[in-house]
């Protein structure tokens, strides 16, 4: 089974900062790699796809980049709406996995 | 409007059953995959299972493998998990989600409970 691995757990920053959250993947997916974002007590929520492919109505300073076993998020300019938990997931083949979440909280 | 609505969560006791209901409206559900994510309290995302979406093909976590059984009834428009030997670990908010064309998870619903405990 392919692991997904997100470090930092927890990650502080400022409104306007720009933020980068990584993700592993223990074998190569290719660019079956998707982000979501996930408040307290709420769904998740799908940002990027097929690793750097934007949602339809997401924000575009949410991006998505990586390819192979390396992936990153990026946030541009960090909004007060951000703060939230962050997490990676391959779909390269089954089982599904997803990473242990990074949550980005105010410094 | 895609909605997702999951139903049938509750207070099990260990090594009991439980049917999870997701009422899908808003698109038409034979045409798509769906799938089931869990989350324990205060823990992270768990892929749980994925169906076809004509149901020919389901694939499962190990974590519930032989003990889960996802299907499907799409003259409903109604997707299900049989949860049978729960444990402890069970214990979660179950989500059901719409998988996209590309694989990912886009539409999910609001999540049922579901609790496993004596």
């Known amino acids: 089974d392919i692991q997904m691995t997100q470090s930092p757990s927890t990650l502080s920053a400022s409104v306007g900062d720009r933020v980068t959250i990584p993700c592993r993947a223990s074998?190569?997916?290719?660019?079956?790699l998707a982000w979501y974002q996930q408040k307290p007590g709420k769904a998740p929520k799908l940002l990027i796809y097929?690793?750097?492919s934007l949602e339809s109505g997401v924000p575009s300073r949410f991006s998505g980049s990586g390819s192979g076993t390396e992936f990153t998020l990026t946030i541009s300019s960090l909004q007060p709406d951000d703060f939230a938990t962050y997490y990676c997931?391959?779909?390269?083949?089954?089982?599904?996995?997803f990473g242990q979440g990074t949550k980005v909280e105010i410094k | 409007e895609v909605q997702l609505v999951e139903s049938g969560g509750g207070l099990v006791q260990p090594g009991g059953s439980l049917r999870l209901s997701c009422e899908a409206s808003?698109?038409?559900?034979?045409?798509?995959?769906m799938s089931w994510v869990r989350q324990a309290p205060g823990k992270g995302l768990e892929w749980v299972s994925y169906?076809?979406?004509?149901?020919?093909?389901?694939y499962y976590a190990d974590s519930v493998k032989g003990r889960f059984t996802i299907s499907r009834d799409n003259s409903k428009n109604t997707l299900y998990l049989q949860m049978n030997s729960l444990r402890a670990e069970d214990t979660a908010v179950y989500y059901c989600?719409?998988?996209?064309?590309?694989?990912?998870?886009?539409?999910w619903g609001q999540g049922t409970l579901v609790t496993v405990s004596s």
């Open positions: 989600a719409r998988v996209a064309a590309l694989g990912p998870l886009e539409y």
């Open positions: 808003g698109f038409t559900f034979s045409s798509y995959a």
């Open positions: 169906i076809s979406g004509d149901g020919g093909r389901t």
């Open positions: 074998q190569s997916i290719s660019s079956w």
């Open positions: 097929k690793a750097s």
């Open positions: 997931q391959h779909y390269n083949s089954f089982p599904w996995t």
